[in-house]
């Protein structure tokens, strides 16, 4: 009986954080069934590239992307209201207890975020949401309704060789 892998060296991954320039950070925009139109945007923050050490390689690199995400709200003077105090980065918990209604929405757009890396390559990376609920009774200082959007984030990476 023969154990396949024995004899070779472990395979070892590495992340290791990579610097970048900002191509592009668009704004996302969704029209909601309430007249608001919201906007979102990722503004990256720390960008890491898988390395792989030992017998097997990875095809392409791997990449972790951290952000921050912005969301922003205008709306209708028939929708505004007086502004209300709600905690800045609320938890998980916090926004489960909070009253919310779902509103339907229309995608305008989602632009792709492009990020050049120190290495040469390219990063884009696409924040897609997928739901959106509004605070009842809770407004930002603008007297916007407050919304909480729910999202995802696709990215591609792009070896310097493959542009």
């Not at 030992?54 to 995400?69: I, V």
């Not at 779902?102 to 390219?122: C, I, K, M, Q």
Request: proline share 8%.
């Amino acid at each position: 009986m023969t154990l396949e892998g024995v004899g070779k060296p472990p395979t070892i991954i590495e992340w290791v954080q990579m610097d970048f320039e900002v191509e592009s950070e668009g704004w996302n925009r969704y029209g909601l069934e309430d007249g608001t139109t919201i906007k979102t945007r990722l503004v990256a923050l720390v960008i890491q590239k898988r390395l792989t050490v030992g017998p097997t390689k990875p095809e392409e690199p791997g990449y972790r992307f951290r952000a921050s995400s912005l969301v922003t709200a205008i709306s209708k003077d028939s929708m505004k209201g007086q502004p209300t105090e709600v905690p800045m980065n609320p938890t998980p918990e916090e926004i489960e207890k909070m009253q919310k209604i779902e509103v339907d929405f229309t995608t305008y757009a989602e632009p792709w975020n492009v990020y050049r890396l120190s290495d040469g390559s390219v990063l884009k990376v696409k924040m897609t949401v997928h739901k959106i609920a509004r605070f009842e009774g809770k407004y930002d200082p603008e007297g916007n309704p407050m919304y909480w959007c729910w999202w995802g984030q696709a990215i591609v990476g792009l070896p310097k060789e493959a542009r």
